[in-house]
């Protein structure tokens, strides 16, 4: 048989379990499902948040629709994830609540700990303060093409601690805010491509200039280009004197993260261009002089 105060004990620790389950499980489970309800609200407001001042930026005219967009995509992932957090933490502390647990001496357990792990993080709270103050100074956004401490690549992820950037060959560079010490955005309001064209000294440079303005203005005009590139080509005339060319500098101005393709097409027709009017690109070579006068190496073959 089973003893008496086994049996006792079973027959109390059933009878609390189903007065537990009668009296607080309904409120926990209530609790769960507001909590979900909530998260999913508050993704809801987010997307509509968002929907509405990438609206009201747009109607500005001088706010280019896509720089808007950069800007409140960044915020709008800080916001959901600081939302998340505190809808979260509030959970956990009505749920221990309901569950008998004292929460006074926690909290003030957590407020002396955090006090002491803020002495010993002084990297965490340096780099969530360089994170705050990077997004609210619009630094970068996601989908800006930034340089970052020497490394370049697409910015794919803004937060409090980190910043991700993928370079061209897809590897992911993770960098802690507080050690950014110098941040280059190439895709800020509008981009540059940047020509250096050499070409031969005995070529006339007003008429190089002449062929690049007439084909960077048959370029801003194909339709495929004309929306992308802002205004036309700038020659800024002859920069330097290499030691076997002629440089002319030049630029465009394109929407951001344009300007590279704008620029391989630019010079793929400026180089059909130049071989079509006889334009010399040169390259590193030595001539030969014999003798003391400055005069070409000539031989001359002899019939026996």
Known sequence: MIPLS???FMNNLWSSLSEWIINELPGILILVVATLI?????KSFIKQLRKTIINRQQKKQDVD???AEKRVETLMNILRSIGRILI?????MILLKKLGVDIGPMLAGAGILGLAVGFGAQTLVRDIISGFFMLLENQIRT???????GQGGMVEKIELRTTTLRDFSG????????????VSNMTMEWSAMIFEIGVAYKEDTDEVV??????GEELRNDPDFKENILEPLEVFGVDQFADSAVIIKARFKTKPIIQWSVGREYRRRLKKAFDERGIEIPF???TVYWGERISPLKLQVEKE
């Open 6 to 8: 086994i049996t006792s």
């Open 284 to 286: 590193p070579h030595t």
């Open 38 to 42: 909530v998260l999913k609200f508050y």
């Open 210 to 215: 002449d062929i690049m303005k007439e084909v």
């Open 88 to 92: 979260l933490v509030i959970f956990v």
């Open 143 to 149: 989908g800006d093409y930034a340089i970052i401490n």
């Open 65 to 67: 629709a896509q720089e």
């Open 171 to 182: 590897t992911i560079h993770i960098f802690q805010n507080g050690n950014i010490n110098m």
